[in-house]
């Protein structure tokens, strides 16, 4: 899905010494960041941007990484989240060994936040007008993220979409009214495999919108529209969107999502 409006190696030299020993010096340990936040190949620079003022009024730290990050040590981080974008070159520009750390990481504890081509990315199969995409994607959801839903907005146009609160006792949406505005730009609705919680239904389609379960110790929370995006504000730091009427900001929901992800 792609928007139109477009690692710690630590080298010890040995010296040779005589009698003695130098005493190793322990490897100071890496700061602790609260988000990755995916801004690689197919990432959109309008959710990026949107995605990280989000994150940063929630206060957390943020940090924008590539698909080589996730070659590496990612335990430094407590959550990632992959933003709206195209979700095949997320798949073809993060490696199987990659998308394996990034299963482990969350496996082990960590959170994860799809947003709407973050979300297809997450899922097991992934169905694009109709097709079955060609791609690996993490497989985090059990089941099929599918779109876009023309009945909603046919490709490639946006519009605000009305969704059902279907789950107000999840910690997630347990404040939010009966349903929500938020702006759809050719998002999945969920076909779960397995259980896991739906919060939220589109209304046109009466199809799951909104997901949040348990990877063994981690969390995952799949949202298929963009909460990033505040349509009556200016302090997301983009412009897209702001011929829209947000009828109230989705960064109060969000932040929720983030909290329940991180234990916080």
């Not at 496996?107 to 995409?133: K, P």
């Not at 999945?188 to 209304?203: H, N």
């Not at 412009?239 to 109060?252: A, I, P, R, V």
């Amino acid at each position: 899905m792609k928007w139109k409006i477009s690692l710690l190696g630590v080298f010890l030299l040995l010296l040779p010494v005589i009698r003695c020993k130098s005493p190793m010096v322990p490897r100071a340990p890496e700061e602790t960041i609260d988000i990755a936040l995916f801004a690689g190949d197919g990432a959109s620079e309008i959710s990026i941007t949107a995605a990280r003022n989000m994150f940063q009024w929630m206060g957390y730290s943020v940090s924008l990484v590539q698909g080589e990050t996730f070659d590496n040590g990612i335990n430094h981080f407590r959550l990632l989240c992959f933003p709206g974008g195209d979700m095949y070159q997320y798949a073809q520009s993060i490696s199987s060994e990659g998308k394996k750390n990034i299963r482990d990481f969350i496996r082990n504890g960590g959170g994860y936040i799809g947003i709407c081509g973050g979300a297809y990315f997450a899922s097991q199969r992934v169905i694009w007008q109709g097709a079955e995409l060609p791609m690996t994607p993490l497989g985090l959801f059990s089941g099929t993220a599918q779109g876009p839903i023309d009945a909603i907005a046919p490709y490639p146009n946006c519009t605000m979409c009305r969704v059902i609160i279907v789950d107000q006792l999840h910690p997630i949406t347990q404040s939010s009214q009966d349903s929500e505005w938020i702006l759809y730009c050719y998002g999945p609705a969920f076909i779960p495999s397995l259980p896991v919680d739906i919060l939220a239904r589109y209304e046109t389609e009466n199809q799951p919108a909104m997901l949040a379960f348990d990877y063994d110790m981690g969390r995952v929370f799949l949202i298929g529209l963009h909460p990033e995006i505040e349509e009556d504000s200016d302090r997301d730091g983009v412009t897209f969107g702001d011929s829209f009427d947000d009828l109230g900001s989705d960064w109060e929901l969000m932040q929720r999502a983030a909290s329940w992800c991180l234990r916080d």
